[in-house]
Each structure stands twice: as structure tokens, then as C-alpha cells.
């Protein structure tokens, strides 16, 4: 039986700072396509920086929670994964 993995934006990025916000500046998954671990799946703008959110599986992309331009913080969900059982 398959199941169903959330990507979400990292908690441990600032540990001391955990209302920090980010900017959604690119998304590469669409729901349907097959990624394998390790393909970006969305970029955030953080401050400074450009965060790449990976694929931590292999498997096909069920749901894609944000697009460009949404902002999202620690802990939220980015995409769904279904990975074969």
C-alpha cells in the first residue's frame, strides 16, 4: 500500500527565531510528476537567502500547496509525495 509524505519547510533553520516568514520564489513539482530524492521541489526567499526545498523520497508529487509568491513559514506543508509501498 502506498503512502503519503508532506514536505514541509524546515523548523530548524533559525532555532532561536521561529517566526520567521518566507517568500515562495519558484515551484518545480506539479501534481502528477514522478521526482526522485533529492529534486527541488520549490524555492524560498529567506532574508537573504534562497532556500531549495528537496524531495526526501522517491515517488509521485499528489498535491503542491503553494505557488510563487505565497508565504510560508516553519512547518508548513509544500508539497504531498505518494511513495510506492
Known amino acids: 500500500m502506498p503512502r503519503?509524505?508532506?514536505?514541509?519547510?524546515p523548523q530548524d533553520l533559525w532555532?532561536?527565531?521561529a517566526d520567521w516568514r518566507g517568500?515562495?520564489?519558484a515551484v518545480h513539482a506539479t501534481?502528477?510528476?514522478r521526482v526522485s530524492e533529492g529534486d527541488p521541489l520549490a524555492e524560498?526567499?529567506?532574508e537573504k537567502a534562497v532556500l531549495v526545498l528537496e524531495s526526501p523520497?522517491?515517488?509521485v508529487?499528489?498535491?503542491?500547496s503553494v505557488t510563487v509568491g505565497d508565504e510560508v513559514g516553519p512547518?508548513?506543508?509544500v508539497a504531498r509525495i505518494e511513495v510506492p509501498g
Do not use: F, L
Open 15 to 17: 532555532p532561536r527565531r
Open 44 to 46: 524560498v526567499e529567506i
Open 61 to 64: 508529487v499528489v498535491e503542491v
Open 23 to 25: 517568500k515562495v520564489v
Open 57 to 59: 523520497v522517491s515517488g
Open 31 to 33: 501534481p502528477g510528476s
Open 75 to 77: 512547518g508548513d506543508v
Open 4 to 9: 503519503v509524505v508532506d514536505v514541509r519547510v
